[in-house]
């Protein structure tokens, strides 16, 4: 059954660095979401990527962050100059499409964060 | 206001009996989908079962079912026969349906299950 995936699964970083998250997504999907949850808190939605462009962000998706598609099958977050509070599991998802309520976005394993 | 409310921090179960988890909604749109995701300790979140707004059933899953009242705005997840192994923490999650593309679900706090042997 295919899946998404991401990498790494632990990324460790130095407060001021940059870090980029990768994931690839289900191969026929079209819509790409990041995700994070901090420890113990609930899922928070970052962005959304549809046909090589941002179609949503949350308040939480400010210039510290950017996404992009580089290929055909990557889809990647980049966070400039990580604060200890980007410490968190993000989560890459993606979706068949994104039309209406009822389309099922299927989660990676997610990559978790640590700024020190 | 909250979108989604899950009122149980924390539930216990014995293995083999059902349990049921709460989760109420909040939306206006008539469009919308109910998602229900276990997330055990490794981590990573697992997609259980769907209800869309439009569907007449429940929906059900194997061992999973929705109690899906509308009225109400609950969306329960019912687990039969339960097992060590269903042992996570449970997120309800909606989508509404929107004019443009790219959605996001919106998830609630989670309920933490364990299963007692």
């Not at chain 1, 999907?29 to 901090?38: E, T």
């Not at chain 1, 210039?63 to 599991?89: H, W, Y």
């Not at chain 1, 394993?109 to 700024?115: D, K, Q």
């Not at chain 2, 899906?68 to 349906?97: H, P, T, W």
Request: charged share 20%; aromatic share 14%; hydrophobic share 30%.
């Amino acid at each position: 059954e295919p899946e998404v995936t991401q990498t790494p699964s632990h990324q460790v970083t130095q407060m001021g660095q940059e870090v980029i998250l990768r994931c690839v997504p289900i191969s026929n999907h079209l819509y790409f979401y990041w995700y994070r949850q901090i420890l113990g808190q609930k899922v928070e939605f970052l962005v959304s990527f549809y046909n090589n462009e941002i179609s949503e962000k949350s308040e939480i998706f400010d210039d510290q962050f950017s996404v992009e598609r580089p290929d055909g099958s990557n889809f990647t977050l980049k966070i400039r100059s990580t604060k200890l509070e980007d410490s968190a599991m993000y989560f890459c998802a993606s979706s068949p499409s994104g039309l209406g309520g009822t389309d099922t976005q299927y989660f990676g394993p997610g990559t978790r964060l640590t700024v020190l | 206001a909250q979108k989604i409310t899950q009122t149980q921090p924390g539930m216990f179960v014995q293995e083999k009996e059902a349990v049921t988890l709460d989760c109420t909604y909040d939306t206006s749109d008539p469009s919308y989908g109910l998602f229900w995701y276990k997330q055990p300790s490794s981590g990573e979140m697992i997609f259980l079962i769907y209800q869309g707004s439009y569907d007449q059933q429940n929906a059900t899953e194997g061992r999973y079912s929705l109690n899906f009242q509308k009225a109400r705005k609950s969306a329960n997840l019912v687990i039969s026969a339960s097992q060590l192994g269903d042992s996570a923490m449970y997120f309800c999650a909606m989508r509404e349906g929107r004019d443009n593309y790219g959605q996001n679900f919106v998830f609630g706090p989670g309920t933490r299950l364990s299963v007692l042997p």
